[in-house]
């Protein structure tokens, strides 16, 4: 079974992100589609980034644990809030710590907001970084407008129906990427 990290990108208090990240856990499981853990950002206290983590001389215990969490996943699905036009700075925290971990990672973006837009001004600057640093961002989207009246705090959609619909196409770009990369490894 594949492995998939759920980033959970916002530490900010009473965010709303992070009912999309449960609702992708539990899709996940539920359909039995991978084993899936949430990278929760909030839990780590990373320093502002200084350098990448292969040259810091004594890196953190969580640090490591990111690395190595980033470096098992087959595939990662990063959910991340709009912050005026942007993604967090906790997340570009993260990805600018790694390098090695993110080559040729496959990665579906779902951007989340409390407004109409759904987050989708940020996926492009996203995209870009990502892609700079050499990891696969899938040609799918997840846009949640209003999350708060979509999700509840446990990540339950007001509509199931069509959020497991939404989801399915979503899941599967991602699922699609991680084979092909897995073939390519064989080769």
């Known amino acids: 079974m594949k492995n998939i990290a759920i980033i959970s990108a916002s530490v900010r208090n009473g965010r709303n992100s992070h009912r999309v990240a449960l609702y ?3 899709y996940l499981t539920e359909h039995q589609l991978a084993e899936a853990q949430i990278i929760d ?25 990111l690395a ?15 912050y005026n036009g942007g993604y967090p700075a906790s997340l570009k925290n ?4 790694l390098y090695a971990e993110w080559k040729r990672k496959p990665i579906a973006i779902a951007t989340v907001s409390a407004g109409a837009f759904a987050g989708t001004q940020v996926i492009t600057s996203l995209q870009f970084s990502l892609w700079k640093i050499g990891a696969l961002t899938v040609p799918a989207m997840f846009p949640v407008a ?3 009246k979509t ?31 897995q073939k390519m490894e064989t080769k």
């Open 68 to 82: 190595a969490a980033v470096s098992n996943a087959d595939g990662i699905i990063v959910v991340t809030p709009e």
């Open 24 to 26: 992708f856990k539990n």
């Open 41 to 65: 950002l909030k839990e780590y206290n990373f320093p502002i980034f200084e350098e990448r983590l292969r040259f810091i001389p004594n890196p953190t215990e969580d640090m490591l644990s």
């Open 94 to 97: 993260v990805t600018d710590l």
């Open 146 to 148: 209003t999350v708060e």
């Open 151 to 181: 999700f509840d705090e446990n990540g339950q959609p007001t509509d199931q129906e069509g959020t497991d619909k939404r989801a399915a196409v979503f899941i599967n770009e991602l699922m699609w990427w991680v084979e092909a990369k």
